[in-house]
């Protein structure tokens, strides 16, 4: 069994992206953040994006609006970015207060600045594989997890577990598309799907995305499964520091015991979201600047 490292496979394509970015002489990438409110979760996400972004060269900017922000006043900041000729990456970073609408907030931003690839234009891209669009970060990350650990996907069958707009669905079109990692036979689970572990157990590959600390046990999955977990779950442990535990929506030991490959939650598909954040930017720039 393999542990798939995702700090590692991230740290890779940072130094390869900063490598990249060293090689443009006139100007370098701008990336800039939306925060709406002061969510704990929220501020560490993007402190964490930031530090990377500098790490690579890349210069972040933040925008701080308070959480009782009107949609005019958040769209009207958005526009002066869209405007921005020297923005060339736009995160507006979610979850956004219930007041505001997420999906008319993401597709306020113009697409070839949607770094987070959420904008209507771009999941039409990716349904028509066109590689000029941005895919979202996080499938982007898994697909890149999968290619790296030379996991193959040609002819297998992926079950994903979850038909979110920002994990589910997408990872499932990259799953299905012409070319590899791709070329695979696909079903996607979720709430209300009917005797869930008998469709599990027939996956190769499994991407467990469906917010549930530790949903996927070792009894649902076959032997010799490849198993990419996207959950992120705080659960009260007392022993810790901050009170809590990270776990995924895989329970590890007990899946473990029969994958394959798998990985860990923290230190899996979590960083790659960063690292493809990044790479996007950085293609939004070149699009832009034609370098």
Known sequence: MQIIDGNAIAESIITELTAHVSGFTKQ???????????????????????????????????????????KEALFEQIDVLNADTNVNGILVQAPLPAHIDETETFNRV???????????????????????????????????????SNIETEGRHVVVVGRSQIV????????????????????????????????????????????RANFVTGDMVKEGVAVIDVGINRLADSSKKNGYRLVGDVEFSSVAEKASHITPVPGGVGPMTVAMLMQNTVRAFQAARHE
Do not use: W
């Not at 560490?44 to 690579?56: F, L, N, P």
């Not at 982007?140 to 790296?148: D, N, S, T």
């Open 28 to 70: 370098k990438p701008v990336v800039a953040f939306i925060r709406v409110g002061e969510d704990p979760a929220s501020v560490s996400y993007v402190r964490k994006k930031q530090k990377t972004a500098e790490r690579i060269g890349i210069e972040s900017r933040l925008h701080l609006l308070p959480e009782d922000v009107s």
């Open 110 to 148: 113009t697409p070839e600045k949607d770094v987070d690839g959420f904008n209507t234009l771009n999941i039409g891209k990716l349904c028509q594989e066109d590689p000029s669009g941005f895919v979202a970060c996080t499938p982007a990350g898994i697909v890149e997890l999968i290619g790296r």
């Open 168 to 211: 589910g669905k997408p990872a499932a079109l990259l799953m299905m598309r012409k070319g590899l990692p791709g070329n695979a036979t696909v079903t996607v689970c979720h709430s209300r799907t009917k005797d869930l572990p008998s469709i599990t157990r027939k996956a190769d590959i499994l991407i467990a995305a469906i917010g």
